[in-house]
């Protein structure tokens, strides 16, 4: 089982584009009793790793609550550096 | 009045909403990397009144200024102390935070060892280097260390091939002007009893911080900010413990049990460990709010903001030791606050593009 940081970061690697909501479903199983298991918190992580290049922002829309959504995506060079540090 | 948000088109407002969140995001960055700068004063005003106790001033009484045990073993038995402390708070926050788990699973991890082996840069030697250089020559040293910003993005350029244009460069020759500033001051009317040794052990601080910060900056992108520090502080604190200080001992011909019984001495006394703990909470929150500011709103900026304990170390340690414990020589001169504000100047240039600053001013005005 990998620190919730580097599953975050991991699960980038084996998807199209995701959001923070995308993000939690996919770990829920293993990371939902986490204290850092929460929306805000997982959205101010995958900020902190776009603002240091490890994913890029892809877009932006509204949830059917019309809540905000940023999906973010890591290119081939991106998944390369993720790879490299996280086994 | 109409909501004018009523008017927006979905996708408009999601833009709208987004830019919110990336100015509240900027703004918590820039909060955290400031509240490092005031934990940074509190550190180093307890580390400085730990150094003032009764029992300490008794030793600095007995021993002879110059003596080895003086000028490096005493000062690394405060050093190790503080992060020990520090490591003390970390581990029992994170624990309370839940994150012992995840803190055992990112040890044996590459971002972890990076992440340690920038710490043994930034803690052991940068850290016993500041306390030296405290214990020598006073807070004068403060603003030489804070040269770390300069060292770093020095280092960035030649680590990891970032950006050094001319702004950057004017920005670390002001820094550097303004250390002569406070050189020349230190020639002058302060009593300090070794001040060469203490800029020097300074300025090997803040090489060591300015390397702890690119490289852990890198490092701490992956891991959640409370393990990283904990890391840090972990390591910082047993290797200040088991290994720099038995080698400085075995390096000075001082008995090992002396110098241990030193150390037991300053645990046993209440006034002075009381300090330490102090100093190892604020020592703690200063390290973990510079990692979370400089991930949040890059290193730079960061970095920048946390250079501002050149204006609050000196003036934390003024109130707490100078007033609240009326000990006299923590005033500075002018020219030492005429350089410090020289060296934020300086340090500003180099973080602060103001092509970016605008743009951000800019986009403020376009969401509000």
Redesign the interface.
């Known amino acids: 089982m990998r620190p919730l940081n580097y599953a975050m970061l991991k699960y980038f690697t084996t998807v199209d584009e995701a959001c923070a909501d995308d993000v939690m479903g996919a770990l829920a199983g293993d990371y939902s009793t986490f204290t850092a298991f929460k929306r805000e918190k997982m959205q101010e992580a995958l900020m902190t790793a776009e603002k240091n290049g490890l994913i890029a922002e892809s877009r932006v829309d509204l949830d059917s609550n019309g809540d905000l959504r940023v999906f973010y995506s890591a290119s081939e060079e991106q998944r390369a550096t993720i790879d490299s540090y996280i086994k | 009045m109409q909501d004018a948000s009523a008017t927006l088109s979905?996708?408009d407002?999601?833009?709208q909403?987004?830019s919110a969140?990336?100015a509240s995001?900027f703004k918590k960055g820039i909060m955290i990397a400031l509240f490092s700068s005031l934990m940074y004063g509190f550190y180093t005003a307890f580390v400085t009144a730990g150094q003032n106790s009764v029992l300490w001033a008794g030793w600095t009484a007995e021993i002879a200024p110059t003596a080895f045990l003086a000028v490096f073993i005493i000062p690394t038995i405060a050093s190790a102390i503080n992060d020990t402390c520090s490591a003390i708070w970390a581990l029992a926050i994170t624990i309370k935070?839940?994150?012992l788990g995840?803190f055992g699973?990112?040890v044996n991890?590459?971002?972890g060892i990076i992440l340690m082996l920038s710490a043994l840069v930034g803690g052991p030697i940068a850290t016993v280097a500041y306390i030296i250089a405290l214990s020598q020559a006073g807070t004068i040293v403060v603003p030489i260390a804070a040269l770390n910003p300069a060292i770093g993005s020095i280092l960035s350029r030649i680590l990891y091939k970032q950006e050094l244009g001319p702004r950057k460069i004017v920005g670390i020759l002001i820094c550097v002007a303004a250390g002569l500033m406070i050189g020349s001051a230190s020639l002058t009317g302060d009593s300090s009893s070794n001040i060469v040794m203490g800029l020097a052990l300074a300025f090997v601080a803040a090489l060591g911080w300015g390397a702890e910060g690119c490289i852990a900056g890198?490092a701490s992108?992956?891991?959640?900010t409370q393990?990283g520090i904990t890391l840090r502080q972990c390591v910082s604190g047993v290797v200040e413990l088991l290994v720099v200080l038995p080698i400085l001992s075995v390096a000075g011909g001082v008995p090992m049990a002396q110098t241990f019984s030193y150390l037991s001495a300053a645990v046993a006394n209440l006034p002075t460990i009381a300090c330490f703990v102090v100093a190892g909470f604020a020592a703690y929150k200063s390290f973990a709010s510079w990692y979370r500011g400089n991930?949040?709103?890059?290193t730079a900026l960061g970095m920048a903001c946390n250079g501002t304990y050149t204006f609050v170390a000196p003036l934390v340690t003024y109130l707490v030791v100078g007033l609240a414990m009326g000990i006299d020589g923590y005033a500075l001169p002018p020219i030492a606050w005429i350089a410090a504000v020289v060296m934020i100047l300086g340090i500003l240039v180099i973080a602060v593009d103001p092509k970016e600053l605008f743009k951000k001013k800019e986009a403020a005005h376009a969401t509000a």
Request: glycine share 6%; hydrophobic share 30%.
């Open positions: 979905p996708a407002l999601a833009r909403k987004k969140l990336d995001f935070q839940g994150k995840d699973r990112t991890t590459r971002p890198y992108c992956m891991i959640d393990i991930s949040m709103c890059g």
